[in-house]
């Protein structure tokens, strides 16, 4: 073999090396490029995915917030509503209270139900002899009735006992009707206290007494009252829980 046929050799064994080289260099580019590409679809799905939870945190937050301000906003209010609610019961029951004075100024209509007020405490004491309590203002009215009570007493108990010793107490009187409803001292708007002898049994039969028992009674319906009719005055309410008070007084 000549030198040219081996140059000739060379050249082609050489063109072929470079060749596999270049498609090696190319298999390797298009390699790197893929997974370049891939790496790059990863991280950039990696990031995506972290935005998004990042995202929806911070949307869980806000709306945490918002729910928690909410529930804070509607406790306010209810406690506004409440407290007004609680203000509007405390005013009806003053009205109510100031209406029981009215009841005390009429003597005629005061002196028949003291009389009822003493039969029915002795109605549900039913004991020998009783210790009555009024008030000093009201010690002549009481004074007066004290007989015919006993005698109506009798007639409703069916003569039992026979015969009831009633003594007024003139040493401790019931505290006067209120000089106003902003002075907290003791006060009583009327009535009667009845006790037995020994003072184990006590029948708290006054108008304060009494106007409490039917307050407490009706206080679901002063609440619907206050809730349906907020801005409507209270007279109506308060005269009708008045008058339940007087018909109990002579039921």
Known sequence: M??????KQIQQMVAFIRQEAEEKASEISVSAEEEFN??????????????????????????????IEYSMQLNASRIKVLQAQDDLVTSMREAAGKELLRISGDQSAYKKLLKELIIQSLLRL????????CRKDDYALVDSVLD???????????????ETEIAIDTNVFLP????????????????VVLASKDGKIVC???????????FRKKLPEVHIFCICHPHKPTHTMVSRIVESEMVACIS
């Open 176 to 191: 006067p009707a209120p000089s106003s409803f902003q002075d907290h001292s003791l006060s009583c708007s009327g009535g």
């Open 148 to 162: 015919s009570a006993k005698k109506e007493y009798a007639t409703k108990a069916g003569g039992f006992p026979p």
């Open 126 to 133: 039913k004991e020998p002899a009783v210790i009555l309590r």
């Open 204 to 214: 708290e039969n006054t108008l304060d007494a009494r106007l409490d028992v039917v």
């Open 2 to 7: 000549n030198d040219a046929d081996v140059s």
């Open 38 to 67: 891939i790496e790059k679809l990863q991280l950039f799905e990696s990031e995506k995915k972290k935005i998004r939870q990042e995202y929806e945190k911070k949307e869980k937050q806000v709306e945490i917030r918002k729910k």
